[in-house]
């Protein structure tokens, strides 16, 4: 069978065809292209997150075709009128494979933009080429194309913002000197003095080659880039800097009408200042208050959150609003509004930071019921639908209608709540239940006070699906509560803090991870073993930057469950006064106050980044390093995972890491450490190992857990052996 011929194609011009002229683009003598630039969450549709005063790096994928020499710059400002905001340039290194970094620090808190400009440079695509020119004749072409690059330069010097006269007359008179040179005449060979030939015509241009390459000239012509045809990255890029507290914070967490020393006694915010110097004293830099408003009566719940209350029950912080006031007001019994101001001073100068709880919903008596009804989703028998968390039920709570017409007044007054306590001095908001409100008022509000107040953080206490957390965070959630209380297994605690330190939420998710809360009493602390209580916060306190307890539930082994099965503590703070004895035997403040002390002298458990898991070949013992940014400090924590039995094993520490090379470390790998010292800081024993498995035996009963710093052997006089 014969395949048919095809049939020809002619092609016509445009305009003879009758089809639409070409569409051409922008330029097409801009030949770079920035390809990405990263960190880019949901490719810039959120802000990425970093914290003032530190470096904050940007990679960008950026090539052209060919050979020539490509310039990028990074480029950033606060955030303002991009016309009027002059961006702050910086350039970016090439890393390999078509990959730039450079980074920029934020001052200050707030928001800021940053994008990347790249060019085809062709007074450095000029000078590479040169320097593999070594025919005379080559060179002294060459040398008249720079005289003309750098002419150009000179030109520029004179028009550019600032110009300087000094800068363009030695521009000048390099491009004339490369010129003068290029044109001369050519030499004539000459013998030296043993008769041999010398070709003065390399000697001349090489010479005239080492005045081209000239370094100091070279950088002064690199000043004035030719940028006509730079292409600049689709999109400037968003940024939030935080204060250091976004990265780095230890929470306790008290109720403060439980802080009377005596029993019976309703607590105030004067017993809680007496109570500061002991939290302080434990390390802690956040103390965080569940809500301290007026507790509705209509529907109160009783104690262990019975339905139907007693006359002295005090009911839940967290059905807001009575007679008293609603958001904005203080329950009478804590103390008043000055009484608070005092407190938050007092708390600063103890180097604490009060957070307070923002719960949107309401009781059924507080004022925003029948001020506001339309706030409010009513069913058709007149009630209003309370709230509910499945599988939990809040009858004590009504929730806010946020598809309601009146939905710019009610975004507009909570917005009032939060300022309303900046306001008192508060600086730190840790937000009730937020994926049970609308996403894009998160985004609105946090947005709108970060603007106003730009070292407010706020803490999202979401224990929800993955996706909805993680869109809390991009929205603007300063940090995020996690799944860290259900990880126990070491391969649950393994995969869950890889993704959490160098998965995509990286750039925007700061976990802040807590062992217990007043709503969660899991069941692997019901044992009341204080080998759990001990282990569960090491792990918290060394796998994470930010972590918090509901204290003194946790420091005095609170373990007993409302029921079997049961998630809630038996006699719940939630629903009535207690009395912590604080002085009580076996309290774990001191453990705790090591653990902290620890985390403060060690930056390398400061952030969350620097994460590795080490092999270790006993399932119920886990092991991790933390190395700080600039790989000064290490720390390496082993974690028995049995409460009630000596665990042993071995456990891989390889020595290039130690030595500070490997495949985390920057350049060539550092040779092999010899030996280096291991420091436990909880046992203050310490031990030198050296090659790559190392020993490790763990008893629960006397101590749980190794946190080591790793000290590197050195040298010094007299062959005495230190380590640093």
């Not at 408003?293 to 009911?315: F, S, T, W």
């Amino acid at each position: 069978m014969t395949t048919p011929s095809p049939t020809p194609i002619l092609l016509q011009p445009a305009e003879a065809s009758g089809s639409a002229p070409p569409r051409w683009p922008h330029d097409g003598r801009a030949r770079a292209v920035v390809e990405a630039v990263l960190p880019a969450v949901d490719g810039g549709r959120f802000a990425a997150k970093c914290i003032a005063g530190e470096p904050f790096a940007v990679t960008a994928h950026c090539f052209t075709d060919g050979h020539d020499a490509l310039r990028v710059v990074l480029q950033w400002r606060a955030e303002g009128d991009a016309a009027t905001t002059a961006a702050t340039e910086v350039p970016m290194q090439l890393l390999g494979n078509d990959e730039w970094q450079a980074s920029f620090v934020p001052p200050v808190p707030g928001r800021y933009h940053y994008t990347v400009v790249a060019w085809v440079d062709a007074f450095d695509s000029w000078r590479r080429e040169l320097v593999r020119r070594v025919d005379p004749d080559d060179i002294r072409i060459a040398a008249r194309v720079g005289a003309l690059e750098i002419a150009a330069a000179a030109k520029r010097a004179e028009s550019a913002e600032g110009a300087n006269a000094a800068d363009r007359a030695a521009l000048v008179e390099w491009a004339q000197a490369l010129e003068d040179g290029a044109l001369a005449p050519a030499p004539v060979a000459r013998n030296d003095e043993s008769d041999s030939t010398i070709d003065v015509d390399a000697e001349q241009a090489d010479a005239l080659k080492a005045l081209a390459l000239n370094e100091e000239l070279a950088t002064l012509a690199a000043r004035y880039p030719d940028r006509r045809h730079a292409v600049r990255f689709r999109t400037e890029l968003p940024l939030v800097a935080d204060p250091e507290r976004a990265r780095f914070s230890s929470w306790y967490e008290l109720f403060p009408r439980s802080a009377a020393p005596e029993p019976g006694r309703h607590g105030t915010f004067r017993d809680v200042m007496q109570r500061l110097p002991a939290i302080a004293g434990m390390g802690f830099d956040v103390l965080y208050f569940p809500p301290i408003h007026p507790i509705g009566r209509e529907q109160r719940k009783g104690r262990n959150n019975a339905l139907v209350a007693q006359a002295d029950d005090v009911g839940s912080p967290w059905a807001i609003g009575a007679a008293e006031g609603g958001h904005k007001s203080i329950l009478p019994a804590l103390g008043t509004a000055a009484d608070f101001r005092e407190l938050v001073t007092a708390a600063r100068a103890q180097g604490l930071e009060v957070a307070l709880d923002i719960a949107f919903q309401c009781a059924p008596d507080h004022p925003y019921v029948t001020e506001h009804p339309d706030w409010f989703r009513w069913r058709p028998d007149g009630t209003v639908q309370y709230a509910e968390n499945p599988p939990k039920k809040y009858q004590d709570i009504y929730p806010f209608h946020f598809e309601c017409d009146d939905w710019q007044g009610l975004w507009a007054e909570l917005k009032s709540i939060f300022m309303h306590w900046v306001g008192e001095g508060v600086r730190i908001f840790r937000v009730d239940n937020p994926h049970t409100k609308a996403l894009p008022f998160w985004e609105w509000v946090i947005t709108e006070i970060k603007r106003e107040q730009p070292d407010v953080l706020f803490l999202s206490e979401a224990f929800t699906r993955p996706k909805v957390m993680h869109g809390l965070a991009k929205r603007g959630f300063s940090q995020s509560y996690t799944y860290y209380t259900w990880r126990n297994t070491k391969k649950e605690l393994t995969e869950y803090f890889t993704e959490l330190s160098s998965g995509p939420g990286r750039d925007y998710f700061r976990p802040n991870v807590w062992p217990n809360t007043p709503d969660i009493l899991h069941e692997h602390l019901q044992g009341g073993e204080p080998a759990v209580f001990m282990s569960r916060l090491v792990l918290a306190g060394t796998l994470a930057a930010s972590y918090g307890i509901y204290g003194p539930a946790y420091e005095l082994l609170e373990h007993l469950p409302r029921h079997a099965g049961s998630e809630e503590y038996l006699d719940s703070e939630k629903y009535q006064l207690r009395h912590w004895d604080h002085d009580a035997p076996g309290s774990l403040a001191p453990f705790i106050t090591r653990i902290n002390q620890i985390r403060k002298e060690n930056p390398a458990l400061q952030s969350d980044g620097g994460l590795r898991f080490l092999q270790i070949d006993n399932p119920h013992l886990i092991a991790y390093a933390k190395r700080s940014a600039d790989g000064r400090n290490t720390v390496v924590t082993v974690v028995n995972l049995d409460a009630h039995n000596t665990q042993s094993g071995w456990v891989n520490l390889d020595a290039t890491w130690v030595a500070g090379g490997g495949d985390d470390a920057e350049g060539e790998a550092a040779a092999p450490a010899e030996r280096w010292q291991m420091h436990d800081l909880l046992s203050q024993q310490r031990f030198v190992w050296q090659g790559d498995w190392h020993f490790v035996q763990l008893d629960p009963h006397r101590m749980p857990a190794h946190v080591f710093v790793v000290r590197r052997h050195v040298r010094r006089e007299h062959d005495f052996d230190y380590f640093e």
